[in-house]
């Protein structure tokens, strides 16, 4: 007989729940052998990078016998002037995943409190909790607005305060003011981290505040994660990036990340992809204005989804969330069935082309009114 695992894999590992990842297209056919799909699970970007990126990529050649960059330098140097921050404060991930993981290895003991907005992003709990944090969640309100006296009290408590804005999966968001008012009311012991993974989408709105602008001159410790995986569309080359409020703060998240993180694939692509902002901008106009027409034909109908500055909607359904996520997957459409508790009634549904959002419309309609 083996040894039982139990005695190997920490308890904080052996409590985790498996990410719940979107279904993949191939898996989706598998199952169901749908006539068509409809990939609105994972907030991709349908029409995909610029083709200036796949290009960069294709024109590698053998040279990816080489190990990459592993600061990712030319990357690094064009994402600092377009920003306007020190070269020396950028952090690259294999995705901003990676730098979520790396911060809390650099960050949490066993014990430590980690404050975050609930319902999360599942990583920025699990990573906190695989370290030995304890995490507090603010719960949102019934009219999904975010509780801001509750955040700083909790932050107050927390040795870092990580959530990202707009928030994932609900959309909603910290705005101006009261971002000012939480980083003005945070106490330097608190680590401040702001996942801005929508950024592109959610710089639009008139009341978004850009985190990076916001703490300027601020006295907290703080990091900005961003990706090229959502409004970008190389979610599938794995670049994720984090601006510190110091080149030291970096160099720590540096000492406990993989070497050669960020692939030479990505980083080529990336390279390529942040010169072509019209791509971007183009992709970001269509997803804001589908997503409010989605959510114009979906209130109408009676159901309550979430305001949002992201490439999502968050719509409750009256039900356990898993029955019609499976629902609709017969008929080839994927959204995310949310699975935290209090939320599980919930569906995430990524804004795609109007066609996708037509056909996600029409199933999850017809299933609606028959249930
Ligand atoms: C999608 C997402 C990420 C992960 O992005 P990658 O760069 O692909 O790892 C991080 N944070 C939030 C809130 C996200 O929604």
Redesign the pocket.
């Known amino acids: 007989m083996t040894m039982p695992l139990g005695k190997h894999i920490r308890d904080e590992v052996r409590a985790l729940t498996p990410y719940n990842a979107g279904l993949t297209i191939e898996e989706v056919m598998a199952a169901y052998q749908p006539a068509s799909i409809a990939k609105l699970g994972?907030?991709e970007n349908p029409f995909g990078p610029s083709p200036k990126a796949v290009q960069a990529m294709n024109a590698l050649g053998s040279s990816i016998a080489l190990y990459p960059d592993p600061l990712a330098r030319s990357v690094g140097t064009a994402l600092a002037e377009k920003l306007g921050v020190d070269p020396q404060t950028i952090i690259f991930?294999?995705?901003?995943?990676?730098?979520?993981g790396a911060v809390c290895r650099a960050v949490l003991n066993p014990g430590d409190v980690v404050a975050t907005l609930y319902p999360s992003?599942p990583?920025?709990e699990d990573y906190a909790t695989t370290m030995g944090a304890t995490v507090e969640r603010i719960v949102i309100g019934d009219d999904f607005a975010i509780p801001l006296d509750d955040l700083i009290a909790a932050a107050n408590r927390a040795k870092m305060l990580i959530f990202?804005n707009p928030?994932?999966?609900v959309g909603a968001w910290l705005g101006t003011e009261a971002f000012r008012r939480l980083t003005a009311s945070l106490s330097k012991d608190t680590l401040l981290v702001v996942?801005e993974?929508?950024f592109e989408y959610a710089a639009l709105e008139d009341d978004f505040p850009s985190a990076l602008e916001a703490l300027k001159g601020s006295e907290l410790n703080w990091l900005v994660?961003?990706?090229?995986?959502?409004a970008y569309g190389l979610?599938g080359l794995?670049?994720?990036y984090g601006i510190t409020s110091s080149p030291d703060f970096k160099s720590y998240l540096d000492r406990v990340r993989t070497p050669f993180n960020v692939n030479a694939a990505a980083q080529a692509a990336a390279l390529a992809a942040i010169a072509d902002e019209d791509h971007v901008q183009a992709g970001v106009r269509y997803i804001r204005s589908e997503r409010e027409r989605l959510a114009r034909i979906l209130t109408d109908e009676g159901l309550k989804v979430a305001p949002s500055a992201?490439n999502f909607l968050f719509v409750d359904t009256g039900q356990p969330s898993d029955a019609v996520a499976t629902a609709l997957l017969r008929s080839g459409t994927i959204v995310k069935p949310w699975r935290q508790e209090g939320f599980r009634h919930f569906i995430r549904v990524s804004i795609g082309k109007a066609e996708d959002n037509d056909k996600f419309v029409a199933d999850f309609l017809a299933f609606m009114r028959k249930t």
């Open positions: 994972s907030n991930g294999n995705g901003s995943e990676d730098l979520i992003f990583l920025h990202s928030m994932n999966p996942d993974a929508y994660l961003r990706t090229l995986s959502k979610a794995r670049i994720g992201g």
